[in-house]
């Protein structure tokens, strides 16, 4: 019995016997050399990246205060989509869009992957809360790892630590979390700077409401608070208990007239969910702050409206495309220190740079520690290359973020990335219908996941990869959220597409702050105060409908940008079929009706 032996293991700050238990065990089976308890102090955080500059993991950046640059391993850069599972006790509460395994069969795997994984490892016990720590009912966590990249990277994406710990008292509720790079240490055996395993597994047992990850040490994969949590294991609740994880941002809208709305918007990863949550609008009056930039959790409020908290701490952004252009309250949070940057370029006096911050310096480190200077082909960094800041610093961070009621949300935007098709913005004729547009999203693939890139594919929700259990279930969750409640006080549903071209693939929409005039529209509609016209597929802008003024485009991209093409969405129909056909009987027949109405509208 060796590991009863492990240094650290029996000074845990607290005598919740489920954690301590769950704490042994793991130690048990996974050999460290000692066990840390984490509790989210800046001499912990000052401790760990010293220790990781030491690694060589972590690069301290002189231009910016307290802060990181990181390269990973060239192959752990994103989330492993195809080993990611739902081990539902029924195959058939997982369904068509995850992988799955029997929970015995994945444990009995991934146990023989875990022992003695954390061989010459620092066993660290991270306690977290998702969600403010005020709630009536945290959402508690506790995330064990080796990768003190994932401890400090917690600290910036939720609240840990003492100040979590001291919510669980000695019987509160708690997701485990287990988390292994998979790479034991032999006794002098040399360490590298990003360790990781080929194999990886990326598992949810949503019934034991519980996590295991293995083999990776990067973003969604490694930090388990986020999607895995967040989103899949929070979906799967919400469902039980009558409310709704989702894959949103929040923003508040305030307009010239001081009238405040929220808006959650829903886009698949790496499609801008962060521009638009930061956004510096460009129509005079209108005001934008951020609650969130990722992730919205929506639950009745006792008005009948649904309210949305933000469970994250942090912002876990794409930094391509990232600059005082594009969005610069972005570039000032970061700006603030405090930050990890990972697979950017690091500049020769200490500061990061990525493709799109404009003019390149005369040399580079690239993402993968090469050199660089203008002109070569090779890219510095990583397309799914990202910083990770504290919300807090963010200036635009609305002083509500923390309320745990949340904040009730007037419209829900869909959006993806498409070529075609898909006009700039369209409202939906009732809840229904807007679940309808929600269930067929689709979007071209980013580099957020591993695999091709610009592939159009189905992203129900832009929740494709993050839905805890079967997708046709997960519809018939958003239908039944809509009978819930006073169909007028539920949010009105838009879908968006920022990203639609002309046949010389310019895009056709200018984008990024001039978006603040399709929200204009949207508050309009919902005010009952903007014009559109009734098309096959929802209620689209008329030209003069959008606040244009004092915007330099040719009307004629606009007018393209909102035209509804009947042979587009002819053609796009098949499509929609197949993938109702994918997803099975599950599909509620509501849905299929919406689908043979949208038919017979196109002719
Ligand atoms: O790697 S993460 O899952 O955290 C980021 C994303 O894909 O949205
Ligand atoms: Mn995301």
Known sequence: MTALAVPGLDQAPTNHPRLLSWVREVAELTTPERVVWCDGSDEEWQRMTEQLVRAGTFVPLKQKPNSFWCASDPSDVARVEERTFICSVDEADSGPTNNWMPPAEMKSIMTELYRGCMRGRTMYVIPFCMGPLTAEKPMLGVEITDSEYVVVSMKIMTRMGSKALARFGEDAD???????????????????????????????????????SFGSGYGGNALLGKKCYSLRIASAIGRNEGWMAEHMLVLKL?????????????FPSACGKTNLAMLEPTIPGWKVETLGDDIAWMRFGEDGRLYAVNPENGFFGVAPGTDWKTNPNAMRTIAKGNSLFTNVALTDDGDIWWEG??????????????D????DEELTSHPNSRYCTPIDQCPITAP?????KGVPISAILFGGRRKTTIPLVTESRDWQHGVFMGATLSSETTAAATGQVGVVRRDPMAMLPFIGYHAGDYFQHWIDMGKRADAAKMPKVFYVNWFR????????????????????????????????????????????????????????DVDKALAVDADEWRAE??????????????????LRDELAALKQRLG
Request: aromatic fraction near 10%.
């Open 501 to 556: 071209r002309d046949a010389d693939g310019g895009f056709l929409w200018p984008g990024f702050g001039e978006n603040s005039r399709v929200l204009k529209w949207v508050i309009e509609r919902i005010e009952g105060k903007a014009a559109a016209n009734e098309t096959a597929i929802g209620h689209v802008p008329t030209a003069e409908a959008l606040d244009l003024s004092g915007l330099d485009v040719d009307p004629a």
């Open 400 to 404: 509500e973020w923390e309320d745990p």
């Open 357 to 370: 911050m404009g003019e390149p310096p005369a040399h580079l480190t690239t993402w993968k520690k090469k």
């Open 174 to 212: 708690f997701v485990p979390c287990l988390h292994s790079i998979g790479a034991p240490l032999e006794p002098g055996q040399q360490d590298v700077p990003w360790p990781c395993n080929d194999t990886k597994y990326i598992s949810h047992f949503p019934e034991e409401r519980m996590i295991w």
């Open 573 to 590: 129909i098949p499509l929609i079929e197949e993938w109702f056909d994918k997803i099975g009987d599950k599909v509620p027949s509501l």
């Open 372 to 375: 660089w200077k203008p002109g």
């Open 254 to 266: 305030t307009s010239p007239e001081n009238k405040v709305h929220y808006v959650a918007a829903a």
